[in-house]
């Protein structure tokens, strides 16, 4: 048995949170079900931290891709059990392709396709087996997978331009730490025994960088040990719950990262609510979901009390006015829609509009840092060469 987070709501409104023991995410929604709730969402906890986890992760650009081919297949009038055996033959991935041939097996045994691919949650996100089960009931499977497809796409493009921006200083910050170190650990100690036997006071900048530069030489394994324990440590700390909380609060503080942080929510939120609308959700359900898709704990906690707002008849943008998150155009967009009766149209029509914004606050982000990285680096580089040369060129004045 694996053990599963949940959250879950019954039909008065009132919501569940817990931790729990099941055979599958199935079996947890059942004995939900059984409960009296509907399942919001549903994950696997991990063991533990998996070094090489990423290589085996599906990501979004691996559900696009699915989602696609998925719509394609079933519209050209392809029975559902043979598309997911045709799509679990072309798959790479060995965990995407061992997962859709399970999900298979469990279709062909009787189950909707929402249904088995609920035995596989960090594979399939609640938000794509929802939206499944949306296109089953409707008879609309394949237009459904065709707005996931899109939806995916988007948020893959945001995420490679986000990684994108931060690849150069992240190259850059990495030069300026190595560098430091070559000069630490190799070159000042070479200069020490020199300035040493050529006598002469050496300045008090020059004094406390040899003092580090020994320290440094003397314990470098350990240094180099404290270092990787320290990246370990943060990287588990932010895959946990309380971890992933803070880090997102710090993301929603930090100037660099507030602006491009809301601006990503926002674009989100503008789809993924207007993708929900669209395939006939009613507000309040279409509420519940969207509070897991922020991808921000601090701004998620926030939305949940929204949507109990908009349960107990308040507006939706009343309720978002409240988050302080969102800005006054997206509050102004979705007023029109309730008034007009059009919100998914609208959402759709101006998650586009903030898609640009993302990029362009992307950009900006990179021209502020890129120049600041650039700065840091010439001034740590350069105190190290001024500790080094003005001892001698103190003793060359006296030699003169």
Not at 304 to 311: C, D, M, N, P
Not at 328 to 353: C, K, N, W, Y
Request: glycine share 8%; net charge neutral.
């Amino acid at each position: 048995m694996a053990e599963y987070t949940f959250r879950a709501r019954s039909l008065t409104g009132e919501t569940w949170n817990g931790t729990t023991e099941a055979d599958s995410a199935e079996a947890l929604e059942y004995t939900l079900n059984e409960k009296g709730y509907f399942s919001l969402s549903i994950k696997q906890k991990a063991d533990g931290v998996r070094l090489f986890s990423m290589l085996d992760k599906v990501n979004k650009r691996d559900l696009a891709v699915f989602c696609r081919q998925l719509a394609v297949i079933i519209n050209s009038g392809v029975t559902i059990i043979e598309a997911i055996d045709i799509l679990s033959k072309q798959m790479s991935k060995k965990i995407f392709r061992d997962a859709l041939e399970a999900v298979g097996d469990d279709v062909q045994k009787g189950k909707l396709l929402s249904q088995a691919m609920s035995s596989f949650p960090t594979i399939f996100p609640e938000f794509l087996r929802n939206m499944i089960r949306v296109g089953e009931a409707s008879g609309t499977l394949d237009d459904i997978m065709d707005q996931m497809a899109n939806y995916y796409e988007s948020e893959d493009k945001i995420n490679r331009k986000v990684k994108s921006a931060m690849t150069y200083p992240m190259i850059l910050g990495i030069m300026t730490v190595g560098v430091v170190i070559l000069l630490m650990v190799m070159v000042l100690p070479m200069f020490s025994g020199v300035l040493s036997e050529m006598g002469g006071e050496m300045p008090g900048i020059t004094k406390v960088l040899m003092s580090i530069s020994s320290f440094m030489t003397a314990n470098f394994l350990y240094i180099v040990f404290i270092i990787v324990f320290i990246i370990i440590g943060i990287t588990a700390y932010g895959r946990s719950d309380s971890g992933r909380l803070r880090f997102d609060a710090i993301r929603l503080k930090v100037p660099v990262f507030k602006n491009i942080t809301i601006k990503v929510i926002t674009s989100r939120f503008a789809r993924s609510m207007g993708i929900l609308l669209k395939s006939g959700l009613n507000i309040i359900n279409a509420m519940d979901i969207m509070s897991t898709l922020i991808g921000n704990r601090v701004v998620e906690a926030r939305f949940v009390q929204s949507s109990e707002e908009v349960q107990q008849g308040r507006g939706i943008s009343e309720s978002l006015v409240k988050l302080e998150i969102f800005p006054p155009l997206l509050i102004h967009m979705v007023a029109v829609g309730e008034r007009t009766g059009e919100l998914d149209q609208m959402l759709l029509r101006t998650s586009g509009f903030f898609d640009d914004e993302v990029e362009a606050a992307i950009s900006k982000m990179t021209t502020m840092i890129e120049p600041a990285m650039i700065v840091v680096l010439a001034g740590v580089i350069g105190v190290i060469l001024l500790s080094i040369f003005l001892p001698m060129l103190s003793i060359m004045n006296n030699v003169t």
